[in-house]
Each structure stands twice: as structure tokens, then as C-alpha cells.
């Protein structure tokens, strides 16, 4: 059985930064994407960036520029840079994770609350 655990989150001011990370644990195969998604109260689930096995990354439009998502060492670690945070950033924010065999994860997630 597969866990994801995400940490890193918190309140920080509008402009601020944060990094999320997410590592996976358990029996781990063959990752084929690993992506962060939001969840904002009221609002739908949405992704928020995504990295494939071969590096390939896609980012929202609405965090493109700000949010970086990349790989740690452990290719079963996924990070969120977020910089320029905004009010509307606020969301808890959750990890999945898809295998080759179609299998797939989540996080149970972790709160960013951007407000002064």
C-alpha cells in the first residue's frame, strides 16, 4: 500500500513563498506522473502542476510564473515552489500520484492559507 504525505504548508502574506512536499511510501513502482491539485472552500478540485517520470512538467495558467513543481532525488518526492503567493492561492492543496498500471494515490493534503 501506497501513503502520501504532504507537508509544508501554513498562513504566509500575500507575496510570501512557500514549498510543499510531497513523498510517497509503501510498495512504489513505476511512477508515471506525480501531480498537485487545490481544493479551495466552495470550489472545485483543480491541478494545480504535474511532472511525468521523463521530467516533462505542466503548470495552471493561473500559477504559471509563480508555482515550479520538480522532482527530489527520490523520484518519489515531488516538491511546490510557490512564490508571489495571492489570496486566492488559498486552498488545501494535495498530491497524487499515477502508476504505469493505472493505480493511483492521494495525499490526505495540506492547508496554504495566504492572507495578512
Request: charged share 15%.
Amino acid at each position: 500500500q501506497v501513503q502520501l504525505v504532504e507537508s509544508g504548508g501554513g498562513l504566509v502574506q500575500p507575496g510570501g513563498s512557500l514549498r510543499l512536499s510531497c513523498a510517497a511510501s509503501g510498495e512504489v513502482f513505476a511512477i508515471y506522473v506525480m501531480a498537485w491539485y487545490r481544493q479551495a472552500p466552495g470550489k472545485q478540485r483543480e491541478m494545480v502542476a504535474r511532472i511525468t517520470s521523463h521530467g516533462t512538467t505542466n503548470v495552471a495558467d493561473s500559477v504559471k510564473g509563480r508555482f515550479t513543481i520538480s522532482r527530489g532525488n527520490a523520484k518519489n518526492t515531488v516538491y511546490l515552489q510557490m512564490n508571489s503567493l495571492k489570496p486566492e492561492d488559498t486552498a488545501v492543496y494535495s498530491c497524487r500520484q499515477v502508476e504505469y498500471s493505472g493505480l493511483e494515490y492521494w495525499g490526505l493534503g495540506t492547508q496554504v492559507t495566504v492572507s495578512s
